[in-house]
C-alpha cells in the first residue's frame, strides 16, 4: 500500500538526532566549512518572510552563485509556486512538493521532473482530492492552502499562512491524513499530506544524484541544511552540518529534533550568515 508509513512533524526522532540545543553557527568551525560542497535549504521562514523572499537572502544566494557553491532549495510549497523561482533565483535547484518534482535549468529552459511516474500521479490525484474534502468536512475551520491550484502532487492545509488552526485542529487535520493513508507533515505555515515515500531527505539524494552524479550518503558532512520548522527535523537530524534560522526557536515547544547550530539572525538573514561563513571558510582553503 503506497503511504503505508505515514510520517508527521511530530515523529519520533531520526538517526542521528539531536535532542540537545544548537550551537551558535559561530561555533562551526572554518574547516569543517572550508570542506563543505554547498547547501540544502528550506524556503519558507528560511529563504523568505510573507512569501516573498528577503533581500538578503537573495544577496546570499547571488554570492553563493558567483563562488560556484551550489544551492538546492526543498519546499512543501507546490510546483507552480516554484516555477518562477526556479527560473529566477540563482539555484541549482528547487524541488517542490516535499520531494515529488524538481526544477532546474537545462541551458535556457527550465526542466520539470517527478519523482513518480504520470500513472502514479493520475491516480493518486483522485484519491488527494477525496482526502481533501474529507478533512474540510471533518475538521471545523480548515481550509486548503491559497496555493493549492499550483499543487500536482499532494494537499495542503493552511495553519498559519492566511488562516489560523490552534495545536489541536493541526493534529486533528495530520491524524486524519494519516488514516487515510497519506504522509503528513508540518510546516510554519501548511499542513501537507501526499502518497508515496518522498521526502525532502528523499530529494536531496534525487538532486545530488542528478545534477551532480554523486551519492548524498558518501558525502552527508559535505552539505550544509538550513531550516526553519518541524518539517525541518529529520534534515537536522540527518546532516551533521545542520543550520537552523533564528525564527525555529519559535517551534521549540515542538522540537524533538534539533539542527546542530543556530543563526544569530531570523529567515534570510540567517540564511546570509550561513552564507557568508561559507564562504569565508572557502576563500581560506
Ligand atoms: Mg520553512
Not at 538546492?72 to 507552480?80: E, F, L, Q, S, V
Not at 493549492?148 to 502532487?153: I, P
Not at 537530524?237 to 539572525?265: C, K
Amino acid at each position: 500500500m503506497i503511504g503505508s508509513q505515514p510520517r508527521t512533524g511530530f515523529d519520533p526522532p531520526q538517526v542521528g538526532a539531536s535532542a540537545t540545543r544548537p550551537l551558535p553557527l559561530l561555533a562551526l568551525s572554518s574547516a569543517r566549512l572550508a570542506a563543505a560542497c554547498g547547501i540544502f535549504t528550506d524556503i519558507d521562514d528560511t529563504l523568505t518572510r510573507d512569501g516573498a523572499i528577503e533581500p538578503a537572502a537573495l544577496a546570499a544566494l547571488q554570492a553563493l552563485h558567483r563562488e560556484a557553491i551550489p544551492v538546492i532549495a526543498i519546499t512543501g510549497r507546490p510546483m507552480g509556486w516554484s516555477v518562477p523561482f526556479a527560473a529566477a533565483w540563482p539555484v541549482a535547484a528547487i524541488v517542490a512538493e516535499n520531494g515529488a518534482v524538481a526544477m532546474f535549468r537545462d541551458g535556457a529552459a527550465l526542466r520539470t521532473e517527478y519523482a513518480q511516474d504520470e500513472a502514479t500521479r493520475l491516480r493518486n490525484a483522485a484519491r488527494l482530492r477525496a482526502v481533501a474534502a474529507t478533512v474540510l468536512r471533518e475538521v471545523p475551520g480548515a481550509t486548503l492552502a491559497q496555493d493549492s491550484a499550483g499543487r500536482v502532487t499532494d494537499i495542503a492545509i493552511d495553519h498559519s499562512e492566511f488562516a489560523r488552526l490552534d495545536e489541536a485542529a493541526i493534529t486533528r487535520v495530520v491524524a486524519v491524513m494519516q488514516r487515510e493513508g497519506l504522509h503528513a507533515t508540518v510546516s510554519s505555515i501548511h499542513i501537507n499530506g501526499w502518497y508515496g515515500e518522498h521526502d525532502k531527505l528523499s530529494a536531496a539524494r534525487w538532486m545530488l544524484q542528478r545534477l551532480f552524479g554523486r551519492v548524498l550518503e558518501a558525502e552527508l558532512d559535505r552539505w550544509v541544511y538550513v531550516g526553519d520548522s518541524t518539517n525541518d527535523q529529520a534534515m537536522f537530524g540527518h546532516f551533521p552540518l545542520s543550520v537552523g534560522v533564528a525564527n525555529l526557536r519559535r517551534f521549540a515547544g515542538q522540537l524533538h529534533t534539533w539542527p546542530a547550530y543556530l543563526t544569530t539572525g531570523e529567515r534570510g538573514e540567517g540564511f546570509a550568515e550561513v552564507a557568508r561563513a561559507l564562504i569565508s571558510a572557502h576563500a581560506t582553503r
